[in-house]
């Protein structure tokens, strides 16, 4: 069985024509669509509710208000019953004809991301998407063009072994990666908004980058947080130790060092390098007694 996931927010004029075109593209496999309704307040949950009594396979999870795109992922994985599994937006810019290309490629790979290498979108959304994507390259090893790309097909293992919150799911591909899956892409058709307006606004690309430093983080340091806050605690230590040392030799000449604003420097890179060292061992001490 294929599974098909759609997100939903206020996207009530382009759901019956998705069902449809899901429907066509999948009419002789065996095949479910989640409709995962992320608190619209449109009326989208009884549009879906419409097309779900008509047709079996189409079911309907539906939150209360509104979690998020990471939440309403994560639900449609918990209720997907497929083997093979795939997220797309609800508005139509990504084509359900697209679909079985992804499939294809799971004989190849474990998740396969499509890449929008035409764009509909505005051009800053454009530009600040390129950066994105090559500064996510760069700093996790992970090198697709569009990254964010609604479009996906995953095995089940996948979807199966990560964990999404808050902005996580811009990530999904670097979060398999890192458990040992084969990430792929493939060029796909994208199409101008035929309904309604975007839901994200600028501000997005802003947070992506914050939440890029939660997965280098996550994934490089969830199992060994010492290397980390161990590395800054020792640097700031070694500063501190480098300006008192100064001011030692500097007091021992004979001048007066108590009101010199490095003194206060020194003493509290010290200390705050010490926290920060403490902070890694406590954390490490978590994790010990977490694993066993």
């Known amino acids: 069985m294929i599974s098909i996931i759609s997100p939903v927010y206020n996207e009530k004029e382009s759901l019956k024509e998705l069902y449809q075109r899901v429907a066509e593209v999948f009419k002789d496999k065996k095949f479910e669509l989640i409709f995962v309704n992320d608190g619209s307040t449109d009326g ?3 549009v879906i509710e419409e097309i779900a009594k008509k047709d079996t396979k189409v079911r309907l999870v539906s939150f209360k208000r509104n979690q998020g795109k990471s939440k309403a992922l994560m639900a449609g994985f918990e209720a997907a019953k497929g083997e093979e599994i795939i997220t797309m937006d609800a508005d139509l810019q990504d084509r359900p004809e697209e679909t079985p290309k992804l499939i294809s490629e799971l004989s190849r790979y474990d998740l396969v991301s ?3 290498k035409k764009r509909n979108d505005p051009f800053l959304s454009v530009v600040f998407s390129r950066v994105f994507n090559f500064v996510v390259g760069i700093t996790t090893g992970v090198y697709l063009h569009d990254i964010n790309c609604g479009l996906k097909a995953y095995r089940r293992e996948v979807t199966e072994n990560i964990n999404l919150y808050g ?3 811009r990530f999904i591909p670097v979060l398999a990666s890192r458990e040992g899956f084969k990430v792929g892409e493939i060029e796909v058709q994208h199409e101008q908004r035929k309904y309604g307006s975007s839901k994200y606004g600028y501000s997005k690309f802003l947070r992506g980058f914050f939440d ?7 994934t490089n340091f969830k199992l ?3 290397h980390l806050f161990g590395l800054i605690g020792g640097v700031m230590i070694l500063m501190g130790l480098i300006a008192c040392s100064y001011l030692t030799i500097v007091w021992f000449s004979g001048e007066a060092i108590g009101g010199r604003p490095l003194l206060f420097l020194g003493v509290l ?3 705050s390098g010490l926290q920060f060292f403490l902070s890694g061992l406590l954390a490490e001490l978590i994790i010990y007694y977490k694993e066993n």
């Open 44 to 46: 989208s949950g009884e």
């Open 114 to 116: 499509g890449w929008k």
């Open 167 to 169: 902005d996580l799911y």
């Open 212 to 218: 890029l430093f939660t997965i280098l983080f996550l």
């Open 224 to 226: 060994r947080p010492l």
């Open 269 to 271: 890179l010290i200390i």
